[in-house]
């Protein structure tokens, strides 16, 4: 048998493990970008709560017969509700939204503004229409009133507070009396938020009314 050479040893490629720390340092660096994430949404979310909106496009689109306007909007708690039916996230929480929107079905001074969105610019309203029923009759949603906001304007306006980012779907915002953002979500809402939100819009209407 030959013997090997100490020329060849050198050739052999060694087979080298990973350092026993380098999941934990892909996980330090997962956290970190994750707080750094955090930190950017809630600077950004402080920026925008207490910013004034108005002058909407908010169009009927399902079960409902004529616009939204600042007059119907002034003095409620008004729920901006942008989502799609193309959307994962949002048909993920539809169904929760559904449900409070419902729950406040009766309150005179609450106020929901569903307004479906298309992905695509070329999308009309009558196919926007179709899709939208269709998806809402899955989360028994398709008996309440449900908006479009056609040109995008209303998303523009938004999108001026939005600066980091831009607009995201879902996205949810609720705005008191003066038209002045409470909270708002630019993603899922955390379960029960939306309501806790919407109760304490309620009481800040209260101390405004004389």
């Not at 909007?73 to 939204?97: A, I, N, Q, R, T």
């Not at 953002?181 to 630019?186: C, E, K, L, Q, T």
């Amino acid at each position: 048998m030959k013997p090997i050479e100490s020329a060849e040893l050198t050739n052999v490629p060694v087979k080298r493990n990973p350092p026993a720390f380098a999941p934990l340092m892909f996980a330090g660096l997962f956290m970190i970008c994750g707080i750094c994430v955090l930190l950017l949404i809630g600077r950004e979310k402080a920026r925008i709560i207490g910013q004034t909106i108005t002058e909407m496009d908010i169009q009927p689109l399902l079960n409902a017969d004529r616009p939204i306007t600042d007059a119907d909007m002034k003095g409620k708690v008004v729920v901006l509700y942008f989502w799609g039916y193309w959307c994962p996230d949002c048909v993920k929480e539809l169904g929760d939204f559904v449900k409070t929107q419902r729950s406040y079905l009766n309150d005179p001074d609450v106020l929901f503004a569903s307004i479906a969105c298309s992905n695509r610019s070329d999308e009309s309203q009558d196919s926007l229409k179709f899709y939208t029923n269709k998806f809402l009759l899955d989360v028994e949603g398709n008996d309440l009133p449900t908006y479009s906001d056609p040109a995008e304007f209303s998303r523009a306006r938004i999108s001026q507070l939005l600066t980091k980012g831009g607009f995201a779907y879902p996205t949810t915002l609720v705005i008191d009396g003066e038209g002045k953002v409470v909270d708002v979500w630019r993603a899922a809402v955390p379960l029960n938020a939306l309501g806790k939100a919407i109760e304490k819009a309620k009481l800040a209407n209260k101390t405004l009314r004389p």
